[in-house]
């Protein structure tokens, strides 16, 4: 009689793949969410920066003024793009603020402006608690927070 050999796996093989398996599935999916939230702040950072260009538009569309790059109307495309930096933060809250006596916060955005200048800021998905991403009408794009968060009134990010 010839025996025939059978081959496969042990028990033990299979359950150490599924568990090589099951760690480099964690480290990716930990890898995508942290891409999702650094597209998302590109997205945001995008959204703001056009808000610059806007504002832009708008003061040399009124006479020289930036009086009313926030005041909210209906055809002012920053409340636009504002809302789509909204939109690419599930935390942010209070979609638009529209005036000078409230201070940039963690989950709102904040549009200042007056006759001479403005400032926007928006909170981002992958910072530290208390920092916003702001453009203001000096040319200024970058980091604000902590001690040095747009306050009431600012109409400059630094």
Same mark, same amino acid.
């Given at each position: ?48 920066? &056009? ?8 003061? &040399?569309? &009124? ?96």
């Amino acid at each position: 009689m010839k025996k025939t050999l059978q081959r496969g796996f042990t028990l033990i093989e299979l359950l150490v793949v599924i568990a090589i398996i099951g760690i480099l599935a964690a480290v990716v999916l930990a890898s995508l969410n942290d891409a999702r939230d650094s597209g998302q702040d590109a997205s945001i950072k995008q959204s703001i920066g &056009n808000a610059r260009s806007q504002a832009e538009l708008i003061y &040399n569309q &009124n006479g020289y003024s930036y009086a009313a790059v926030c005041d909210g109307a209906a055809t002012n495309q920053i409340t636009d793009l504002m809302t789509a930096a909204k939109n690419n933060r599930a935390e942010t809250t209070g979609a638009n603020v529209f005036t000078l006596a409230t201070a940039g916060s963690d989950t709102s955005i904040t549009c200042h402006s007056n006759a001479s200048g403005y400032a926007i800021s928006a909170p981002l998905n992958v910072t530290t608690a208390g920092q916003q991403w702001c453009v203001d009408s000096t040319g200024y794009a970058g980091f604000v927070g902590n001690d040095n968060s747009l306050g009431p009134n600012d109409i400059t990010c630094e």
